[in-house]
């Protein structure tokens, strides 16, 4: 599997990606060679990254990241060579622009470059995109799409036009822009472990760089969405209609129930149960039950909802 939050591509020079982003190469590293993106908090020598928003400051410091673009203002601390920029959001789309492979559509069946187990079961109208590896024994059925570059472990299972690897929902808004949302490439994949089961009508979408995850042994029902950058532990079971925003971690043993949402960049830790319906907007500690929108401990839930029910018959 690819880095789970990096993402390596063709090298570029400093100069290429200064001129891409329109401001000035710094003096004396011209030369420097950029072949990796990553998040914030990762990354190694030769990659860029990107700072928006200041909450994610905390992790600069850290980073192994060779450049980073951030707005004017911020990124001190950083070790490495910071570029400011007007917009950061935009300038990282641009970036990411700049090294993004071009694929072409694939309408149906297995692309040349696909590496496919002899063992696998593919319906004829599947559609299975350049670079994707699929394992031993998985089953995919009729109408399914896994786009480029993603991974589907062994003896899984993909109901009928489940969707692997679509791009995420990942816009940069640009005011000075004619058209206001600017979108921003997704030069990650998604890496679906052994024995899963993706149910019919789920999309789940690739990273921006990285890896969207699927842990081994999960079971996702149908008509769920699973956005960009997701980390899904193992075994885990999650219900029709269930939507998980992009960058949520779920550990391992999780239980989701049908209809309930969960916001981006936030913890859910191992065996979590979620009630059916919820909204869950803070992170959760391990082994907590909640339920509730927004979601509580099931207990609180209860007390407060039977205090309503009273307030109600008065």
Request: aromatic share 4%; net charge neutral; charged share 15%.
């Amino acid at each position: 599997m690819e880095g789970l939050n990096i993402s390596t591509f063709s090298e570029i020079s400093l100069t290429q990606l200064t001129h891409c982003l329109g401001i000035p190469c710094p003096e004396n590293q011209e030369g420097l060679v950029i072949n990796a993106a990553c998040g914030i908090g990762h990354g190694r020598p030769g990659s860029v990254t990107f700072l928006a928003q200041g909450k994610y400051q905390r992790l600069v410091k850290d980073s192994k990241a060779s450049v980073l673009i951030t707005d004017h203002g911020k990124g001190k601390g950083f070790p490495g060579l910071v570029l400011h920029v007007p917009n950061a959001y935009v300038a990282w789309a641009q970036c990411l622009e700049l090294v993004a492979k071009d694929f072409s559509p694939w309408l149906s069946g297995i692309h040349p470059e696909a590496h496919v187990h002899p063992s696998a079961i593919i319906a004829p109208n599947a559609s299975i995109g350049q670079g994707v590896t699929i394992e031993d024994h998985v089953v995919i059925h009729p109408g399914v799409v896994v786009y480029p570059h993603c991974h589907i472990g062994s003896n899984s299972i993909l109901h009928a036009n489940a969707s692997i690897g679509a791009d995420g929902f990942g816009f940069a808004p640009d005011p000075s822009a004619k058209q206001l949302w600017h979108k921003i490439p997704h030069i990650g994949g998604v890496h679906i472990g052994r024995h899963v089961e993706i149910g019919a009508n789920t999309c789940i979408d690739r990273a921006v760089v990285g890896q969207t995850v699927i842990g081994e042994g999960t079971k996702i029902d149908n008509l769920c969405q699973i956005g960009h950058n997701v980390i899904l532990g193992e075994q885990c079971i999650i219900a029709a209609q269930v939507a998980i925003a992009g960058s949520a971690t779920i550990g391992n043993g999780v239980r989701i129930g049908g209809q309930s949402g969960i916001v981006g960049h936030i913890n859910i830790g191992d065996h979590v149960s979620i009630g059916g319906g919820s909204g869950v907007t803070k992170s959760i500690a391990d082994g907590q039950s909640v339920m509730g929108y927004p979601a509580l401990p099931v207990e609180e839930f209860r007390r407060n909802f039977a205090a309503s029910k009273t307030r109600q018959a008065k």
